[in-house]
C-alpha cells in the first residue's frame, strides 16, 4: 500500500522542502490509506522540517542523527543506512522478528535485542542483504499463520521445522 501512495505522495511533495510546509490536514488525507495517518503526517512534516534545520535538507548518514527524526527508530534508520549509504545494516521488521527466533537464532523479541543477536553472527557485508531476504521468504515460505515448512530449504536449520517433524529435504518425518 505504501508503494503505491507514494508514488502520487513524491509528485505533490518532490522533497523534504515540500513536505515541511505541508498542511497536517491535506497530507493526512493523502496518505490515510496508508494507516496511522495522524502520526505518519506529523512526522513526516516534522522529520522534513527538522532535515532543512539541522542537516541542510539531506538525510543524515548515521544511526545516532536519524534517529533524532521525528518518526525514525532503529527499524527506519537502519533501512537508510543499509539501502541508501550501502553501510552494514539489519532491519528488524516483522517479518525478521518472527522467522529468526521459528529458526533459534534468537531467543529475544525486542527488536533491538535482535538486532544485537544477528549482528553477532550475520558478517556486516550481508546484514543489509539478509533482511530483505528475511523479508521475501516471510512472504513466500515461511508465511506468519501457516509456514510452509514442506517446502522450505531450511528445514535443517529451523528450531520451528524440527520441533514440529520436519525432515531436513522439507518433508515430514515418517
Known sequence: ???IVTKMLYKKYPDCYAFAKADLSELEQDIKSTGFYHNKA???IGCSQMLISEFGGKVPDNMEDLLKLPGVGRKT???VLGDIFGKPAIVVDTHAKRITTLIGLTKNTDPTKIEMDLRKIIPPAYGNQICHQLVEHGRAICIARRPRCAVCGLTEICDYAKKN???PS???KS
Open 1 to 3: 500500500r505504501v508503494n
Open 42 to 44: 506529523k512526522n513526516i
Open 77 to 79: 534508520a537502519n533501512l
Open 165 to 167: 517433524g520436519f525432515a
Open 170 to 172: 522439507g518433508g515430514r
